[in-house]
Nanobody, 114 residues
Framework: QVQLVESGGGLVQPGGSLRLSCVAS????????MGWYRQAPGKQRTFVAH???????FYPDSVKGRFTISRDNAKNAVFLQMNNLKPGHTGVYYC????????WGQGVQVTASS
């Protein structure tokens, strides 16, 4: 079973930045569309961004221009650069394969608060 390990979360003041990382233990990483998701306190998990094997990206309007997803296929890693964070971005962030999701990892806590 594919394992997903997220890292890089933390507490930042509003307006701050964080860079999240995710490593996936799959030999098919290079062919997978990878996604990031957020689960705010008391709410369902929601989609944040995804990136194709060749680097094409997609963002919902809520994060467009603020978040940037990237990947390093040689390291089986996907990243999420988050800038100008707001309290509404607080939550646990997860990565997963977008079209063939596996069991969720432990996620990483991101808190934007003064």
């Amino acid at each position: 079973q594919v394992q997903l390990v997220e890292s890089g979360g933390g507490l930042v003041q509003p307006g701050g930045s964080l860079r999240l990382s995710c490593v996936a233990s799959t030999s098919a990483f290079n062919s997978e569309v990878m996604g990031w998701y957020r689960q705010a306190p008391g709410k369902q998990r929601t989609f944040v961004a995804h990136i194709g094997p060749g680097g094409s990206t997609f963002y919902p309007d809520s994060v467009k221009g603020r978040f940037t997803i990237s990947r390093d296929n040689a390291k089986n890693a996907v990243f999420l650069q988050m800038n100008n964070l707001k309290p509404g971005h607080t939550g646990v962030y997860y990565c997963n394969m977008f079209y063939s999701p596996t069991a969720w990892g432990q996620g990483v806590q991101v808190t934007a608060s003064s």
